[in-house]
């Protein structure tokens, strides 16, 4: 029962309960874009379509120098959980650059890795074991990574987090 909040400039803002929605909305404060009308909200006074999607009426100010915090299950998300070093699934992260030799906890630095691999190359640099990565480990971007609860997004915000992409 969660609702994509975009600002008026229809860039996706937050996730927020249906509820935390409802109350934008009675207060006139954003307009429902889409709605589940199966499943309406039926208060004392009259019923509600539940929002799915609704937009602010006024602009919120967001800074964009918003930098994703580094996790274990970010660089396994972002990597789509396949090994950067063989190409099989993927349960561990290895740093690049080993942490012995000075290697960074960085989005640069870390990729997903499977077991198999992780033990192999221990505390060496893939070029000393002859491997070679898949892709270039980069920082994540868009706005499933910045807002919380949009890697779980519903069929009917995807048109909505594609163009913020």
Known sequence: MRTLVLNAGYEPLAIVSFRRALVLVLNHKATIIEADAEHPVTGADASYERPLVIVLGRYVRMPRTRRVPVTRRGVLRRDAFTCAYCGLPANTIDHVLPRS?????????????????????????????????????????????????????????????????
């Open 101 to 165: 030799r000075g290697g960074a906890g960085s989005w640069e630095n870390l990729v997903a890795c499977c077991t198999r691999c992780n033990n192999q190359k221990a505390d060496r640099t893939p070029r000393e074991m002859g491997w070679s990565l898949s892709w270039a480990p980069v920082p994540p971007r868009g706005a499933t990574w910045t807002m919380r609860g949009a890697d779980r997004a519903l069929p009917s915000w995807e048109q909505y987090l594609e163009q913020a992409a």
